[in-house]
């Protein structure tokens, strides 16, 4: 089969448009054939091994040398012990763990795999997974936002944030978004209230508080944040520095306590149970995706230098076809 692989990391140019063997399944595996796939700052970061904990597993060659989490296909086949998806049925999941996703075919756990809702086109599929999980358990089930509370999203631009915005507007928040002076109209096109170019203000220096920070680019002191907080308030990290990171996992469940203040990491639950609300989400036309640009799989490099360079205003899609 075609693929894209890389097998030190580095910039796009490391990535090769080869032929390699067809994936053959494990036992609880299924054979997919993907028709699209869409890109994520994991892709990136992977790509790169940076920031350090994108090595995990692999600290100084990649693990997986196919890149690619958020896929959308076509079963094909399946292992002996692989029983709940037939051939021909349409499927989508995250594969962060595992990769493998600039293919034309790829292997998955059938425990990660979800059938694709009817109606929904192969690109809105590969669009949700690990965006859309990330925005849901970043609002609801850690964020836990009320109505008429104030939320700020740090990287509202991106994937994630694009859903996280709308979640939190569905919600009854009141919005601000924060991203670089590109995506400033994009924010506010998802529902933003208020939107902050982060190249322009520092959000924790300009005297608001918040009850929900969630935070896709975590770069800050974890203390810088406190000031940020509302009493009660939570921050919570989704990525950024390893800095940052390591802060927060150590120091972080005693900033603000007196206030009952909390600065969290959200480790980001994957798998098939976490995909049925957003999919319940948007066929109810409660949220929606905008892509902001298609690739062929042979492009993906040019692909993850567009979102990597920060340009894409919500999803990136690679078609496989
Ligand atoms: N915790 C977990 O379990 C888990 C699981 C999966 C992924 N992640 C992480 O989730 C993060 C977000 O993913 P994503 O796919 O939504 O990323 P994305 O689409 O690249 O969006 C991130 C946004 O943040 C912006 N940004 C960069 N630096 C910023 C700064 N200093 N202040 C404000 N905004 C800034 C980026 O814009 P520019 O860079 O263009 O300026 C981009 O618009 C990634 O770091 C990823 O590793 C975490």
Same mark, same amino acid.
């Given at each position: 089969?075609?693929?894209?692989?890389?097998?030190?990391?580095?910039?796009?140019?490391?990535? $090769?448009?080869?032929?390699?063997?067809?994936? @053959?399944?494990? +036992?609880?595996?299924?054979?997919?054939?993907?028709?699209?796939?869409?890109?994520?700052?994991?892709?990136?970061?992977?790509?790169?091994?940076?920031?350090?904990?994108? $090595?995990?597993?692999?600290?100084?060659?990649? !693990?997986?040398?196919?890149?690619?989490?958020?896929?959308?296909?076509?079963?094909?086949?399946?292992?002996?012990?692989?029983?709940?998806?037939?051939?021909?049925? /349409?499927?989508?999941?995250?594969?962060?763990?595992?990769?493998?996703?600039?293919?034309?075919?790829?292997?998955?756990?059938?425990?990660?795999?979800?059938?694709?809702?009817?109606?929904?086109?192969?690109?809105?599929?590969?669009?949700?997974?690990?965006?859309?999980?990330?925005?849901?358990?970043?609002? $609801?089930?850690?964020?836990?936002?009320?109505?008429?509370?104030?939320?700020?999203?740090?990287?509202?631009?991106?994937?994630?944030?694009?859903?996280?915005?709308?979640?939190?507007?569905? +919600?009854?928040?009141?919005?601000?978004?924060?991203?670089?002076?590109?995506?400033?109209?994009?924010?506010?096109?998802?529902?933003? /209230?208020?939107?902050?170019?982060?190249?322009?203000?520092?959000?924790?220096?300009?005297?608001?508080?918040? /009850?929900?920070?969630?935070?896709?680019?975590?770069? $800050?002191?974890?203390?810088?944040?406190?000031?940020?907080?509302?009493?009660?308030?939570?921050?919570?990290?989704?990525?950024?520095?390893?800095?940052?990171?390591?802060?927060?996992?150590?120091?972080?469940?005693?900033?603000?306590?007196?206030?009952?203040?909390?600065?969290?990491?959200?480790? @980001? !639950?994957?798998?098939?149970?976490?995909?049925?609300?957003?999919?319940?989400?948007?066929?109810?036309?409660?949220?929606?995706?905008?892509? +902001? !640009?298609?690739?062929?799989?042979?492009?993906?490099?040019?692909?993850?230098?567009?979102?990597?360079?920060?340009?894409?205003?919500?999803?990136?899609?690679?078609?496989?076809?």
């Amino acid at each position: 089969m075609k693929a894209v692989v890389y097998t030190r990391y580095g910039p796009p140019d490391v990535l $090769r448009w080869t032929d390699v063997e067809t994936p @053959v399944p494990k +036992d609880n595996e299924v054979l997919v054939k993907v028709h699209a796939v869409s890109l994520n700052a994991s892709d990136w970061e992977v790509l790169w091994g940076k920031p350090l904990y994108s $090595r995990i597993g692999g600290p100084f060659r990649p !693990r997986h040398h196919i890149l690619g989490s958020d896929i959308a296909g076509r079963v094909q086949s399946a292992g002996r012990r692989a029983t709940l998806f037939r051939p021909g049925e /349409d499927v989508f999941a995250d594969i962060l763990s595992h990769m493998g996703g600039f293919a034309e075919y790829a292997c998955v756990p059938e425990s990660v795999l979800a059938r694709m809702p009817a109606g929904m086109t192969y690109e809105e599929a590969a669009a949700l997974p690990q965006a859309g999980a990330i925005a849901l358990q970043g609002i $609801r089930d850690k964020g836990q936002v009320q109505a008429g509370q104030k939320v700020l999203i740090n990287g509202a631009g991106g994937g994630s944030g694009m859903y996280a915005v709308q979640l939190a507007k569905l +919600d009854g928040a009141e919005v601000t978004g924060v991203d670089n002076s590109e995506k400033l109209a994009f924010m506010r096109s998802l529902g933003a /209230d208020q939107v902050i170019d982060y190249a322009r203000e520092d959000f924790t220096k300009n005297g608001r508080a918040y /009850d929900l920070i969630l935070d896709l680019a975590g770069y $800050r002191p974890a203390l810088a944040y406190k000031g940020s907080l509302r009493p009660g308030g939570r921050y919570l990290y989704v990525g950024g520095s390893v800095a940052t990171l390591l802060q927060v996992l150590l120091i972080g469940p005693l900033i603000g306590r007196s206030e009952g203040k909390k600065i969290r990491l959200l480790a @980001v !639950r994957l798998g098939t149970q976490h995909l049925a609300p957003l999919v319940e989400l948007y066929q109810a036309g409660k949220i929606t995706t905008v892509i +902001d !640009r298609r690739y062929r799989l042979r492009e993906v490099p040019e692909a993850l230098r567009y979102l990597g360079e920060g340009h894409a205003k919500g999803k990136v899609i690679v078609n496989v076809d």
